[in-house]
T-cell receptor
Framework: GENVEQHPSTLSVQEGDSAVIKCTYS??????FPWYKQELGKRPQLIID?????GEKKDQRIAVTLNKTAKHFSLHITETQPEDSAVYFC?????????????FGTGTRLTVIP | DAMVIQNPRYQVTQFGKPVTLSCSQT?????MYWYQQKSSQAPKLLFH???????NEADTPDNFQSRRPNTSFCFLDIRSPGLGDAAMYLC?????????????FGPGTRLTVT
């Protein structure tokens, strides 16, 4: 399967500051890049995703950038709030005609300090 | 309005005693996935069904099997659970008919092996 690296593994920021999480992947055929937020004991929740034909996507305080040539993509959270504290996973998939098997990064535990 | 339901939420089984985890969905999605998530790790894809077609990941142990009797239900069977199989098991669904490629996760079943 795909090899996905994610950094940093932990990140602490002050409330109101920005947070950036980076991922790299190995399979150049990967073309779908979602980010999931997982709170303790809960299911992963999709927060934003991007396809390979787009370089950047933004949704309110959250943005994702993709550099397909370099095979890396990043999550940017601005104006962080305590409720942003969670584990964030990047993932990659090669969209086929049916399934889109997700290969996850190792996760980043984000703590937003009030 | 739960969309992906997993039962039970917590399961305790004895070493070597077969166990079955259940997933059902109300989304009428073609694809159903099973992921294993060990403590402080990322979800790892075990296999998926596209309709009735079963697709196993190459590194999924033979100890793990799955059944999908109809569109709505999918089961994960662990034939002889070992201590290393203790984890959260997440079911997810997706559909190629949808313009988004989102996978919808269930709440998970936490498996304990004694």
């Amino acid at each position: 399967g795909e090899n996905v690296e994610q950094h940093p593994s932990t990140l602490s920021v002050q409330e109101g500051d920005s947070a950036v999480i980076k991922c790299t992947y190995s399979d150049s055929a990967s073309n779908y890049f979602p980010w999931y937020k997982q709170e303790l004991g809960k299911r992963p929740q999709l927060i934003i995703d991007i396809r390979s034909n787009v370089g950047e996507k933004k949704d309110q305080r959250i943005a994702v950038t993709l550099n397909k040539t370099a095979k890396h993509f990043s999550l940017h959270i601005t104006e962080t709030q305590p409720e942003d504290s969670a584990v964030y996973f990047c993932a990659v998939a090669r969209l086929l005609t049916g399934a889109n098997n997700l290969f996850f990064g190792t996760g980043t535990r984000l703590t937003v300090i009030p | 309005d739960a969309m992906v339901i997993q039962n039970p939420r917590y399961q305790v089984t004895q070493f070597g005693k077969p166990v079955t985890l259940s997933c059902s969905q109300t989304l009428n999605h073609n694809v159903m996935y099973w992921y294993q998530q060990k403590s402080s790790q990322a979800p790892k894809l075990l296999f998926h069904y596209y309709d009735k077609d079963f697709n196993n990941e190459a590194d999924t142990p033979d100890n793990f099997q799955s059944r999908r009797p109809n569109t709505s239900f999918c089961f994960l069977d662990i034939r002889s659970p070992g201590l290393g199989d203790a984890a959260m098991y997440l079911c997810a669904t997706s559909s190629p008919r949808e313009s988004s490629y989102e996978q919808y996760f269930g709440p998970g079943t936490r498996l304990t092996v004694t």
